[in-house]
C-alpha cells in the first residue's frame, strides 16, 4: 500500500489550504446569504473584448503563441504601461505574458529566492505570497502595516525587516484587502531604504487602474534606480473584468525576465492564445470601459465606506482597489465571531481581516463588487446586527 | 448641471437623496437644491416605473406605428406631432429619419384595441398618408432594464 505520509512534499503539505476555508463552506451552502465576500468585478467583460476573443476563434487563432506572449500583445502592453506609468520596457526581452497575475508572482519568486532566502511581505495582503514563498524554499517575514499609517509600508518597518539575507520585497499596492495606496513620496522613502541594498522588488499592481480621488498610480518601478531591481506585475482581471480568461504579465529587467519565461516555458508554454487576443483589444480600446466601471466603483466605494461609518465601525478611506476595510474592533468580537455572528443571524458574508494575516486582527474586508441595491440590502442587514448586539 | 447625479437619476430615480449625496461628494441640501433645479429647468422630466407587464393577466399590448405624414407649411411635423401626443393610449412619439416621419408607441388593454386605434384615429388624420403597425410580442430589455431571466450571480459567495 501506498505510504502518501512518504510520498508528499512535506512543503507542501504545511501549506493550509486557507485556514477559515470552513467558514467559506458554510457560507456558500447557506440560502439567502448576501455576500460582499467576492475578490472579482461583477461587471461583464466588455462586450467588445469579448468579440475579439471570439472573433480569433473564428480566424482558427488556436496555436500555441510565442512562450513570452504573442509579440503583438506585448508591443501592446509596452505601450500601455509607458502611456499609463511612464514606464519603459523592451516586448522582446523585459515583458512576459502569463496565466493571471499569479502566475507571474510565483515565477518571479522561484527566479529571484533560493532556499533559506527571506522574502518581506507586508501584510495584511493577498493570500499568496506567504506559500509560494514557502514552496520556493524562501522564509517569509512578515511587516505588519497599520491602520494608523493608512496600512502603508513604511520606510521604518521595511528597514527593521531588511537582513543580510534578504532577497526580495513584495510590494502589494493598490492592497487587497485594505484598499491601501502608495503615493510618490511612499515610494521615494521606500526606495532611499532599497537602494544601497541588493534586494529585489517585487510590485504586484494588479489594482494599478483602480485608484481613486483623481491621483493616478505610481509604480515603484518609475522612481530613480528601482527599475533595475523590480518586477511589474499586472494583469487584465481586475481592470478590464477579465478574471476568468487568466491573462497577466510582468515586466522587468531581462536578467529577471529570462529566468522567470524559462519556468513558464516549461510549466505553462503559454498564456492562452484566445485570451492574448481578447486582452490586445483591452490594451487598445479599454480605456473608456475602464473609466465607466472606476466611476461605478466610486459610488458604491463612497457609499459603503460612509455606511460603516455611519454605523459606527471605524474605516479607514481606501484609495485603491475594490475594497473596504472597516475596523470592528468597538464590538468587541474577533474578526472571526463578527464574520461568523454576522453570517449565522443575518446571512451576511463578509471576509475576517486575519484571512489576509494577522495583522488583519480586527478588521473585515468588504467587497463592493456589487450593485448599489445589493449594498444598501447588506448594510441595512449589518445595522440591524450592531443595533441588536448593542441593545 | 451635474452629470454624475443626473447619471445616478437615470439608473434610478428612487435613490434617497442621501445616498446620492454620499455617491457623489455633495451634501444632501445641495442635492435636493440641483435635483429641484433640474426639474424647474425642464431638464428632468419626469419618473416612471418600469414593469414587466407580462408578468400579470390583465397585461397590455404595444405597438410601434410608422406614420407617414405630409409635413405642413411653417409648421413642418409640429403640428401632427401635437395631435398624436393628446392620445392616453400614445405612449411615444419620436420624429424619425429614413422611411418613414412618425414612431408611434401605443399602448392598449388588447391587440383589438390597438388596432382600432390606429384604424379609427391615427390613419383618419388628414395630412397621415400611410400607417404600418408592428405589434410587440416580447419585452427583453427596456429603460436599460432587464425584462427576462433572473441574474444570476455565478461568481460564489467568498473568493479571496
Same mark, same amino acid.
Given at each position: 500500500?501506498?505510504?502518501?505520509?512518504?510520498?508528499?512534499?512535506?512543503?507542501?503539505?504545511?501549506?493550509?489550504?486557507?485556514?477559515? @476555508?470552513?467558514?467559506?463552506?458554510?457560507?456558500?451552502?447557506?440560502?439567502?446569504?448576501?455576500?460582499?465576500?467576492?475578490?472579482?468585478?461583477? =461587471?461583464?467583460?466588455?462586450?467588445?473584448?469579448?468579440?475579439?476573443?471570439?472573433?480569433?476563434?473564428?480566424?482558427?487563432?488556436?496555436?500555441?503563441?510565442?512562450?513570452?506572449?504573442?509579440?503583438?500583445?506585448? !508591443?501592446?502592453?509596452?505601450?500601455?504601461?509607458?502611456?499609463?506609468?511612464?514606464? $519603459?520596457?523592451?516586448?522582446?526581452?523585459?515583458?512576459?505574458?502569463?496565466?493571471?497575475?499569479?502566475?507571474?508572482?510565483?515565477?518571479?519568486?522561484?527566479?529571484?529566492?533560493?532556499?533559506?532566502?527571506?522574502?518581506?511581505?507586508?501584510?495584511?495582503?493577498?493570500?499568496?505570497?506567504?506559500?509560494?514563498?514557502?514552496?520556493?524554499?524562501?522564509?517569509?517575514?512578515?511587516?505588519?502595516?497599520?491602520?494608523?499609517?493608512?496600512?502603508?509600508?513604511?520606510?521604518? *518597518?521595511?528597514?527593521?525587516?531588511?537582513?543580510?539575507?534578504?532577497?526580495?520585497?513584495?510590494?502589494? =499596492?493598490?492592497?487587497?484587502?485594505?484598499?491601501? !495606496?502608495?503615493?510618490?513620496?511612499?515610494?521615494?522613502?521606500?526606495?532611499?531604504?532599497?537602494?544601497?541594498?541588493?534586494?529585489?522588488?517585487?510590485?504586484?499592481?494588479?489594482?494599478?487602474?483602480?485608484?481613486?480621488?483623481?491621483?493616478?498610480?505610481?509604480?515603484?518601478? $518609475?522612481?530613480?534606480?528601482?527599475?533595475?531591481?523590480?518586477?511589474?506585475?499586472?494583469?487584465?482581471?481586475?481592470?478590464?473584468?477579465?478574471?476568468?480568461?487568466?491573462?497577466?504579465? *510582468?515586466?522587468?529587467?531581462?536578467?529577471?525576465? @529570462?529566468?522567470?519565461?524559462?519556468?513558464?516555458?516549461?510549466?505553462?508554454?503559454?498564456?492562452?492564445?484566445?485570451?492574448?487576443?481578447?486582452?490586445?483589444?483591452?490594451?487598445?480600446?479599454?480605456?473608456?470601459?475602464?473609466?465607466?466601471?472606476?466611476?461605478?466603483?466610486?459610488?458604491?466605494?463612497?457609499?459603503?465606506?460612509?455606511?460603516?461609518?455611519?454605523?459606527?465601525?471605524?474605516?479607514?478611506?481606501?484609495?485603491? $482597489? =475594490?475594497?473596504?476595510?472597516?475596523?470592528?474592533?468597538?464590538?468587541?468580537?474577533?474578526?472571526? *465571531?463578527?464574520?461568523?455572528?454576522?453570517?449565522?443571524?443575518?446571512?451576511?458574508?463578509?471576509?475576517?481581516?486575519?484571512? =489576509?494575516?494577522?495583522?488583519?486582527?480586527?478588521?473585515?474586508? !468588504? $467587497?463592493?463588487?456589487?450593485?448599489?441595491?445589493?449594498?444598501? *440590502?447588506?448594510?441595512?442587514?449589518?445595522?440591524?446586527?450592531?443595533?441588536?448586539?448593542?441593545? | 448641471?451635474?452629470?454624475?447625479?443626473?447619471?445616478?437619476?437615470?439608473?434610478?430615480?428612487?435613490?434617497?437623496?442621501?445616498?446620492?449625496?454620499?455617491?457623489?461628494?455633495?451634501?444632501?441640501?445641495?442635492?435636493?437644491?440641483?435635483?429641484?433645479?433640474?426639474?424647474?429647468?425642464?431638464?428632468?422630466?419626469?419618473?416612471?416605473?418600469?414593469?414587466?407587464?407580462?408578468?400579470?393577466?390583465?397585461?397590455?399590448?404595444?405597438?410601434?406605428?410608422?406614420?407617414?405624414?405630409?409635413?405642413?407649411?411653417?409648421?413642418?411635423?409640429?403640428?401632427?406631432?401635437?395631435?398624436?401626443?393628446?392620445?392616453?393610449?400614445?405612449?411615444?412619439?419620436?420624429?424619425?429619419?429614413?422611411?418613414?416621419?412618425?414612431?408611434?408607441?401605443?399602448?392598449?388593454?388588447?391587440?383589438?384595441?390597438?388596432?382600432?386605434?390606429?384604424?379609427?384615429?391615427?390613419?383618419?388624420?388628414?395630412?397621415?398618408?400611410?400607417?404600418?403597425?408592428?405589434?410587440?410580442?416580447?419585452?427583453?430589455?427596456?429603460?436599460?432594464?432587464?425584462?427576462?431571466?433572473?441574474?444570476?450571480?455565478?461568481?460564489?459567495?467568498?473568493?479571496?
Amino acid at each position: 500500500m501506498i505510504d502518501y505520509e512518504q510520498l508528499l512534499n512535506p512543503e507542501v503539505v504545511r501549506i493550509q489550504p486557507s485556514g477559515i @476555508r470552513k467558514f467559506f463552506d458554510i457560507a456558500e451552502q447557506m440560502d439567502d446569504v448576501i455576500s460582499l465576500g467576492v475578490g472579482e468585478p461583477d =461587471f461583464p467583460t466588455p462586450w467588445h473584448i469579448r468579440r475579439a476573443g471570439i472573433r480569433s476563434l473564428e480566424q482558427s487563432r488556436t496555436r500555441y503563441t510565442s512562450n513570452w506572449g504573442q509579440r503583438s500583445l506585448r !508591443v501592446a502592453l509596452h505601450d500601455f504601461v509607458e502611456r499609463k506609468y511612464g514606464l $519603459s520596457y523592451d516586448p522582446d526581452s523585459e515583458i512576459l505574458v502569463t496565466v493571471g497575475g499569479s502566475e507571474a508572482i510565483d515565477g518571479c519568486i522561484r527566479s529571484v529566492v533560493r532556499p533559506g532566502d527571506e522574502v518581506i511581505i507586508p501584510q495584511p495582503s493577498f493570500v499568496c505570497y506567504e506559500p509560494l514563498t514557502r514552496m520556493a524554499g524562501g522564509v517569509p517575514v512578515i511587516v505588519e502595516t497599520r491602520a494608523e499609517d493608512a496600512f502603508r509600508l513604511t520606510p521604518e *518597518a521595511l528597514r527593521a525587516a531588511l537582513t543580510p539575507r534578504t532577497r526580495l520585497l513584495i510590494l502589494p =499596492f493598490p492592497c487587497n484587502p485594505t484598499g491601501a !495606496v502608495m503615493r510618490k513620496a511612499d515610494l521615494e522613502a521606500i526606495a532611499d531604504v532599497l537602494r544601497e541594498t541588493n534586494v529585489a522588488v517585487l510590485s504586484d499592481e494588479i489594482y494599478a487602474e483602480l485608484t481613486y480621488g483623481g491621483e493616478r498610480h505610481v509604480s515603484i518601478a $518609475s522612481i530613480d534606480g528601482m527599475r533595475e531591481r523590480t518586477v511589474v506585475i499586472n494583469g487584465f482581471s481586475k481592470t478590464f473584468s477579465m478574471t476568468g480568461w487568466r491573462m497577466g504579465y *510582468a515586466c522587468g529587467p531581462a536578467p529577471i525576465l @529570462r529566468q522567470m519565461v524559462k519556468i513558464h516555458q516549461f510549466a505553462i508554454m503559454c498564456a492562452p492564445t484566445t485570451s492574448q487576443y481578447a486582452a490586445e483589444e483591452a490594451l487598445k480600446n479599454g480605456d473608456a470601459d475602464v473609466a465607466d466601471m472606476l466611476e461605478k466603483y466610486d459610488i458604491r466605494r463612497r457609499l459603503v465606506v460612509n455606511g460603516f461609518r455611519r454605523l459606527g465601525l471605524d474605516c479607514h478611506e481606501p484609495e485603491g $482597489s =475594490f475594497y473596504v476595510f472597516p475596523s470592528i474592533r468597538s464590538t468587541g468580537l474577533t474578526s472571526d *465571531a463578527f464574520c461568523e455572528e454576522l453570517l449565522y443571524s443575518k446571512r451576511v458574508a463578509l471576509v475576517p481581516g486575519t484571512a =489576509f494575516g494577522r495583522g488583519g486582527e480586527g478588521f473585515v474586508r !468588504v $467587497s463592493y463588487c456589487y450593485s448599489v441595491d445589493h449594498l444598501n *440590502a447588506a448594510l441595512a442587514r449589518l445595522g440591524e446586527f450592531l443595533a441588536e448586539r448593542k441593545g | 448641471m451635474n452629470m454624475k447625479l443626473l447619471n445616478l437619476l437615470d439608473e434610478n430615480a428612487r435613490t434617497s437623496v442621501e445616498d446620492l449625496a454620499v455617491m457623489t461628494g455633495l451634501t444632501t441640501a445641495e442635492v435636493a437644491q440641483e435635483i429641484a433645479k433640474m426639474e424647474h429647468d425642464g431638464l428632468v422630466r419626469g419618473y416612471k416605473t418600469v414593469i414587466d407587464w407580462e408578468r400579470l393577466d390583465s397585461a397590455y399590448v404595444s405597438a410601434l406605428i410608422e406614420l407617414k405624414v405630409t409635413p405642413q407649411p411653417d409648421l413642418g411635423f409640429e403640428e401632427i406631432a401635437e395631435r398624436v401626443m393628446q392620445y392616453s393610449e400614445v405612449e411615444t412619439v419620436y420624429l424619425m429619419s429614413g422611411g418613414y416621419d412618425l414612431c408611434v408607441i401605443v399602448k392598449d388593454r388588447t391587440f383589438q384595441d390597438v388596432a382600432m386605434f390606429v384604424a379609427k384615429e391615427l390613419a383618419t388624420m388628414p395630412t397621415v398618408l400611410s400607417t404600418a403597425t408592428h405589434f410587440v410580442l416580447r419585452r427583453y430589455k427596456e429603460l436599460d432594464v432587464k425584462l427576462c431571466g433572473e441574474c444570476a450571480d455565478d461568481r460564489g459567495k467568498i473568493s479571496l
